[in-house]
């Protein structure tokens, strides 16, 4: 029995900040059901303020309560664990770290950083993984679409310091079993009544089923031709609104 | 019956460009020796000429034919397989590939390029590889060691492409079998008589025994503590003299 839907936001709701046809309103129909709803982004090139604002600028109906991102999760954690970052992120996320300590950083914070992520930047994370920090990381994502054309996401960073320096990054976003539980638990449902939402097939889709979610995969945003092969027990659809056509 | 010794150059015959304590004189006895003798390094940061010429400098005794370099690998693939390269080289590597057609490029050639390793050029070389242009890589080293601290090398970027396109790239220096086969060649000699010295205890001592060669690991350049216990039956001492004592 369906209880909850938790929608990504790039490439299920809009590309390059154009609504995808029928997305408004499927999830104004979503709104209006029984259904709990959630949106969440691994986005790192903007704010959860930033996330919300823009979707309502594009005219979807949502509360900023319903939005989690993976950075949010990030400076969850660094205040958790009072860590000081070295903070290769955007300079759009910012706000979002404003007034953590950042002074002698114990720990590497790797966004999807675009001008930062120059081998100075990289070489000096490496330094201090070297010295025993932490590499904290909103996802593993290995691409974004934008204006048509796939492009670097955070993951491939994420993944050559993780070799360079022989360690694990800690994953705060997607693909990571404590993202989704962080969102389910604020609704109160268990993961079998959810069905998770998205265009990227790992980190999205395989990942909430790992989890004992359901999943449901788009041919929108990042879809690349037989994804679908990696999510045989995964609903397909063409876009949101044929999903919410059929949940509804 | 050892017949041949190929010795890694940074970190066993100098730091830094300093000769390390008793490698020039250790480098002549071997030249001396009825053994036959090659230097093999994935460095990207100058040319075969170059890397002979400051050897020399360095007091060294060697012919330029004694040397072999990774980047001469690459040029030689792309030269066998007609392709043409999008450079992502050390700018002080760029006569290694003069002459070559750069126009329209379908192969991707990842070094050790320091300041082109950016965002804006990984991401082009991205769009390379999903279009099918192959990854040409001098090594998956992870890092190098300079003036005392350890810097990351191209291994990490190789990876960080390799993950975010799907792709398996075509390693051409150390490790690869292909590039210590070149040298073996050119020796006339059989694995099992061949051994490789080298500091890094992956790419050079590991993956010389790999295929069956002898495996030397020496306690300088980018050694670091208990490497030793990933080779278990190689020999270890504490420098290239130390090394040559024993053989001779």
Not at 65 to 88: G, K
Not at 134 to 157: M, S
Not at 227 to 237: K, L, N, S, T
């Amino acid at each position: 029995m369906l209880q909850a839907v938790l929608l990504d936001i790039s490439g299920v709701l809009h590309e390059d900040g154009q609504p995808l046809p029928g997305a408004v309103e499927a999830v104004s129909r979503l709104q209006a059901s029984r259904l709990a709803l959630r949106f969440v982004t691994n986005t790192s090139r903007k704010t959860g303020t930033r996330v919300h604002a823009d979707l309502l600028a594009m005219g979807f109906e949502l509360e900023r309560q319903q939005v989690f991102t993976a950075p949010a999760a990030v400076r969850r954690y660094l205040e958790h664990h009072r860590l000081r970052p070295y903070l290769l992120v955007h300079e759009q996320l910012e706000p979002e770290f404003a007034g953590l300590d950042t002074g002698d950083p114990d720990a590497v914070v790797l966004c999807d950083a675009e001008q930062r992520l120059d081998y100075p930047h990289l070489d000096a994370a490496f330094q201090l993984l070297l010295e025993g920090a932490p590499l904290l990381a909103v996802g593993t994502n290995r691409y974004f679409r934008q204006h048509g054309a796939l492009h670097l996401d955070a993951g491939p960073f994420v993944k050559a310091l993780e070799y360079a320096a022989g360690i694990d990054a800690v994953v705060l976003g997607k693909p990571a079993a404590g993202f989704f539980h962080t969102v389910l638990d604020d609704m109160g449902v268990r993961p079998g009544a959810a069905l998770m939402v998205g265009d990227d097939v790992e980190a999205d889709v395989a990942a909430a089923m790992a989890l004992g979610m359901q999943g449901a995969l788009v041919r929108t945003g990042k879809y690349r031709d037989g994804d679908e092969a990696r999510v045989p027990q995964a609903a397909v659809e063409d876009g949101l609104a044929e999903l919410v056509d059929r949940l509804l």
